[in-house]
Protein backbone atom coordinates (compact mmCIF):
# COMPACT_ATOMS: atom_id res chain seq x y z
CA UNK A 1 0.00 0.00 0.00
CA UNK A 2 3.07 2.39 -0.49
CA UNK A 3 2.39 2.92 -4.55
CA UNK A 4 1.22 6.68 -3.40
CA UNK A 5 4.90 8.99 -2.48
CA UNK A 6 2.93 10.63 0.16
CA UNK A 7 1.37 9.53 4.02
CA UNK A 8 -2.03 9.53 2.70
CA UNK A 9 -4.32 9.83 -0.80
CA UNK A 10 -7.32 11.93 -0.63
CA UNK A 11 -10.55 9.60 -2.16
CA UNK A 12 -12.91 12.16 -1.48
CA UNK A 13 -14.00 15.17 0.39
CA UNK A 14 -12.47 14.26 3.87
CA UNK A 15 -12.04 10.69 2.92
CA UNK A 16 -8.38 9.18 2.75
CA UNK A 17 -6.58 5.73 1.79
CA UNK A 18 -4.08 5.53 4.37
CA UNK A 19 -0.25 4.09 2.27
CA UNK A 20 2.35 2.04 3.88
CA UNK A 21 4.32 5.06 4.28
CA UNK A 22 1.79 5.38 7.64
CA UNK A 23 3.04 2.03 9.31
CA UNK A 24 4.33 1.98 12.82
CA UNK A 25 7.49 0.16 13.92
CA UNK A 26 5.16 -2.60 15.83
CA UNK A 27 2.33 -3.48 13.89
CA UNK A 28 2.18 -4.12 10.73
CA UNK A 29 -1.43 -3.29 10.09
CA UNK A 30 -1.36 -0.22 12.18
CA UNK A 31 -0.24 3.49 11.46
CA UNK A 32 2.80 5.58 13.85
CA UNK A 33 0.49 7.91 15.52
CA UNK A 34 2.10 10.82 13.82
CA UNK A 35 0.80 11.12 10.52
CA UNK A 36 -3.11 10.80 11.72
CA UNK A 37 -2.32 13.53 14.40
CA UNK A 38 -1.45 15.36 11.51
CA UNK A 39 -4.16 14.70 9.32
CA UNK A 40 -6.22 15.41 12.32
CA UNK A 41 -4.21 18.67 12.71
CA UNK A 42 -4.29 19.65 9.19
CA UNK A 43 -8.73 18.88 8.87
CA UNK A 44 -9.01 21.63 11.95
CA UNK A 45 -7.16 24.50 10.58
CA UNK A 46 -8.21 24.16 6.88
CA UNK A 47 -12.18 23.13 7.28
CA UNK A 48 -14.02 24.18 5.31
CA UNK A 49 -15.84 28.20 6.30
CA UNK A 50 -13.02 27.81 9.23
CA UNK A 51 -11.40 31.18 10.06
CA UNK A 52 -8.64 32.00 8.55
CA UNK A 53 -7.44 34.89 11.61
CA UNK A 54 -7.06 31.91 14.09
CA UNK A 55 -4.32 29.64 14.57
CA UNK A 56 -3.60 26.32 16.60
CA UNK A 57 -2.38 26.90 19.90
CA UNK A 58 -2.88 24.14 21.40
CA UNK A 59 -3.95 20.43 19.83
CA UNK A 60 -4.63 17.36 22.49
CA UNK A 61 -5.36 13.67 20.61
CA UNK A 62 -6.80 10.83 22.66
CA UNK A 63 -5.35 7.61 20.85
CA UNK A 64 -8.38 5.70 21.54
CA UNK A 65 -7.56 2.08 19.41
CA UNK A 66 -4.57 1.13 16.98
CA UNK A 67 -5.27 3.08 14.08
CA UNK A 68 -5.25 0.34 11.40
CA UNK A 69 -3.75 0.87 7.18
CA UNK A 70 -7.17 1.21 6.14
CA UNK A 71 -9.27 3.77 4.11
CA UNK A 72 -10.53 6.71 7.43
CA UNK A 73 -12.61 9.52 7.73
CA UNK A 74 -12.20 12.65 9.25
CA UNK A 75 -14.60 14.81 10.33
CA UNK A 76 -14.25 18.28 11.97
CA UNK A 77 -16.91 19.65 14.63
CA UNK A 78 -17.01 23.24 16.37
CA UNK A 79 -17.49 22.87 20.20
CA UNK A 80 -17.17 26.78 21.14
CA UNK A 81 -16.71 29.70 19.08
CA UNK A 82 -15.70 33.03 20.12
CA UNK A 83 -14.13 36.56 19.36
CA UNK A 84 -10.59 35.40 20.01
CA UNK A 85 -10.76 31.87 20.51
CA UNK A 86 -12.82 28.09 19.46
CA UNK A 87 -12.46 24.77 20.34
CA UNK A 88 -12.76 22.43 17.45
CA UNK A 89 -12.74 18.73 17.50
CA UNK A 90 -11.98 16.67 14.94
CA UNK A 91 -12.75 12.59 14.64
CA UNK A 92 -10.68 9.95 12.83
CA UNK A 93 -13.09 6.59 11.72
CA UNK A 94 -12.08 3.57 9.73
CA UNK A 95 -13.56 2.69 6.84
CA UNK A 96 -16.45 0.19 8.45
CA UNK A 97 -16.27 1.27 11.81
CA UNK A 98 -18.85 2.53 14.14
CA UNK A 99 -16.42 5.03 16.07
CA UNK A 100 -13.61 7.19 15.90
CA UNK A 101 -9.82 5.58 16.49
CA UNK A 102 -8.85 8.69 17.71
CA UNK A 103 -10.28 12.37 18.23
CA UNK A 104 -8.52 15.74 18.71
CA UNK A 105 -9.41 18.80 20.45
CA UNK A 106 -7.94 21.81 19.29
CA UNK A 107 -7.43 25.48 20.97
CA UNK A 108 -7.23 28.32 18.07
CA UNK A 109 -6.28 31.28 19.01
CA UNK A 110 -7.04 34.61 16.99
CA UNK A 111 -3.71 36.65 15.58
CA UNK A 112 -2.51 39.40 15.31
CA UNK A 113 -3.65 41.89 12.30
CA UNK A 114 -0.63 43.59 12.98
CA UNK A 115 2.82 42.07 14.15
CA UNK A 116 2.98 42.66 18.19
CA UNK A 117 6.01 42.14 20.75
CA UNK A 118 7.63 39.22 20.21
CA UNK A 119 9.91 37.22 22.97
CA UNK A 120 11.46 35.05 21.78
CA UNK A 121 14.68 32.66 22.25
CA UNK A 122 17.57 31.48 19.00
CA UNK A 123 18.63 28.63 18.54
CA UNK A 124 19.03 25.87 20.91
CA UNK A 125 20.07 22.67 19.06
CA UNK A 126 23.23 21.69 16.97
CA UNK A 127 21.40 22.40 13.16
CA UNK A 128 20.32 19.18 11.09
CA UNK A 129 23.14 20.10 8.52
CA UNK A 130 25.86 19.31 10.88
CA UNK A 131 24.69 15.74 11.88
CA UNK A 132 24.46 12.39 10.47
CA UNK A 133 21.53 10.57 9.40
CA UNK A 134 20.24 8.00 12.14
CA UNK A 135 19.15 4.48 11.96
CA UNK A 136 15.92 3.83 13.37
CA UNK A 137 15.06 0.92 15.46
CA UNK A 138 15.43 -2.57 13.48
CA UNK A 139 12.27 -2.69 12.16
CA UNK A 140 10.95 -6.14 10.24
CA UNK A 141 9.28 -4.30 7.28
CA UNK A 142 10.91 -1.67 4.40
CA UNK A 143 7.85 0.68 4.48
CA UNK A 144 6.55 2.73 7.04
CA UNK A 145 7.34 5.72 9.02
CA UNK A 146 10.77 4.99 9.32
CA UNK A 147 11.37 5.51 6.03
CA UNK A 148 8.77 8.46 5.26
CA UNK A 149 11.09 10.28 7.85
CA UNK A 150 14.36 11.69 7.78
CA UNK A 151 16.21 11.41 11.31
CA UNK A 152 19.17 12.79 12.32
CA UNK A 153 20.21 13.28 16.62
CA UNK A 154 21.89 15.66 17.61
CA UNK A 155 21.92 13.92 21.13
CA UNK A 156 21.41 10.55 22.09
CA UNK A 157 19.96 7.63 19.69
CA UNK A 158 17.00 5.41 19.05
CA UNK A 159 18.96 2.73 20.21
CA UNK A 160 20.51 4.54 23.35
CA UNK A 161 18.28 5.23 26.79
CA UNK A 162 17.24 8.65 27.86
CA UNK A 163 16.63 11.36 27.07
CA UNK A 164 17.43 12.73 23.14
CA UNK A 165 16.95 15.68 20.45
CA UNK A 166 16.19 14.36 17.30
CA UNK A 167 15.96 16.15 14.26
CA UNK A 168 12.96 15.09 11.86
CA UNK A 169 12.01 15.68 8.02
CA UNK A 170 9.28 14.34 6.11
CA UNK A 171 10.70 12.75 2.92
CA UNK A 172 7.04 12.67 1.39
CA UNK A 173 3.99 14.90 1.90
CA UNK A 174 0.76 14.23 4.30
CA UNK A 175 -1.52 14.04 1.25
CA UNK A 176 -0.61 13.15 -2.16
CA UNK A 177 -0.21 16.09 -4.21
CA UNK A 178 -0.23 18.87 -1.77
CA UNK A 179 3.11 20.59 -0.25
CA UNK A 180 3.72 19.92 3.07
CA UNK A 181 1.99 22.74 5.50
CA UNK A 182 3.94 23.86 8.64
CA UNK A 183 1.78 21.61 11.11
CA UNK A 184 2.00 19.42 8.82
CA UNK A 185 5.91 19.18 9.78
CA UNK A 186 5.77 19.62 13.60
CA UNK A 187 2.25 17.10 14.36
CA UNK A 188 3.68 14.26 11.94
CA UNK A 189 6.88 14.60 14.50
CA UNK A 190 5.80 15.23 17.86
CA UNK A 191 4.61 11.73 18.36
CA UNK A 192 8.39 10.26 18.13
CA UNK A 193 8.97 11.93 21.86
CA UNK A 194 8.75 8.75 23.98
CA UNK A 195 10.89 6.74 21.10
CA UNK A 196 13.16 9.63 21.07
CA UNK A 197 13.49 9.43 24.55
CA UNK A 198 13.03 5.90 25.80
CA UNK A 199 14.36 4.70 29.20
CA UNK A 200 13.19 1.20 28.87
CA UNK A 201 14.93 -1.87 27.18
CA UNK A 202 12.38 -2.70 23.93
CA UNK A 203 13.11 -6.31 24.28
CA UNK A 204 11.55 -6.31 28.59
CA UNK A 205 8.86 -3.08 28.39
CA UNK A 206 5.97 -1.97 26.33
CA UNK A 207 5.74 1.54 26.78
CA UNK A 208 2.42 3.14 24.78
CA UNK A 209 1.36 6.58 24.44
CA UNK A 210 -2.41 6.77 24.99
CA UNK A 211 -2.73 10.56 24.29
CA UNK A 212 -0.57 13.53 22.85
CA UNK A 213 -0.80 16.87 23.61
CA UNK A 214 1.11 19.31 21.29
CA UNK A 215 1.61 23.36 22.54
CA UNK A 216 2.67 25.54 19.82
CA UNK A 217 3.53 29.78 20.40
CA UNK A 218 4.43 29.83 16.71
CA UNK A 219 4.59 27.03 13.92
CA UNK A 220 7.90 25.77 12.55
CA UNK A 221 9.65 27.18 9.32
CA UNK A 222 11.56 24.86 6.97
CA UNK A 223 11.57 21.28 6.45
CA UNK A 224 13.43 20.08 9.81
CA UNK A 225 11.35 19.86 13.53
CA UNK A 226 13.49 18.86 16.32
CA UNK A 227 12.23 16.61 19.13
CA UNK A 228 13.99 17.27 22.43
CA UNK A 229 12.45 14.63 24.87
CA UNK A 230 12.69 13.35 27.77
CA UNK A 231 10.65 10.88 29.83
CA UNK A 232 10.03 9.84 33.54
CA UNK A 233 8.57 6.42 34.68
CA UNK A 234 6.96 5.94 37.75
CA UNK A 235 7.06 2.27 39.72
CA UNK A 236 3.41 2.10 39.40
CA UNK A 237 3.52 2.03 35.21
CA UNK A 238 2.71 5.16 34.05
CA UNK A 239 5.11 7.48 32.18
CA UNK A 240 5.73 10.54 30.73
CA UNK A 241 7.60 11.57 27.89
CA UNK A 242 7.88 15.79 27.82
CA UNK A 243 9.63 17.76 24.54
CA UNK A 244 10.60 20.48 23.65
CA UNK A 245 9.96 21.28 19.66
CA UNK A 246 12.32 23.16 17.74
CA UNK A 247 13.06 24.28 14.29
CA UNK A 248 16.56 26.07 13.04
CA UNK A 249 15.40 29.80 14.18
CA UNK A 250 14.80 27.88 17.97
CA UNK A 251 11.71 26.58 19.92
CA UNK A 252 8.48 26.99 18.65
CA UNK A 253 6.37 24.71 21.34
CA UNK A 254 6.09 21.93 23.76
CA UNK A 255 4.69 18.36 23.35
CA UNK A 256 3.73 15.34 25.89
CA UNK A 257 2.58 12.16 26.04
CA UNK A 258 1.10 9.95 28.78
CA UNK A 259 2.99 6.70 28.58
CA UNK A 260 1.52 2.85 29.76
CA UNK A 261 4.24 1.24 30.97
CA UNK A 262 4.45 -3.11 31.33
CA UNK A 263 6.88 -6.20 31.22
CA UNK A 264 6.12 -7.47 27.62
Known amino acids: ?18 TGHTRGPWDPGSQHAGPPAALLGRAVGERPGGRTD ?3 ARITYEILRPVPIAPV ?5 VLRAGRSTELVEAALTPEGADAPVMLARALRIRTLAAPGPAVVQGPLVTAPGELAQAPFYPVPWEVGYHT ?15 PGKCWLRM ?4 VAGDAPRPLDRVLVAADSGNGISNVLDFGRHVFVNADLS ?3 H ?4 GEWVCVAARTSVDPGGIGLADAQLHDEKGPVGRSAQSLFIAPR
Open 148 to 162: AMEMRFADGAFLELG
Open 214 to 216: VHL
Open 171 to 174: RVPL
Open 73 to 77: SVTTT
Open 54 to 56: MRI
Open 218 to 221: RYPV
Open 1 to 18: MADVAAFYERTDEGRYRS
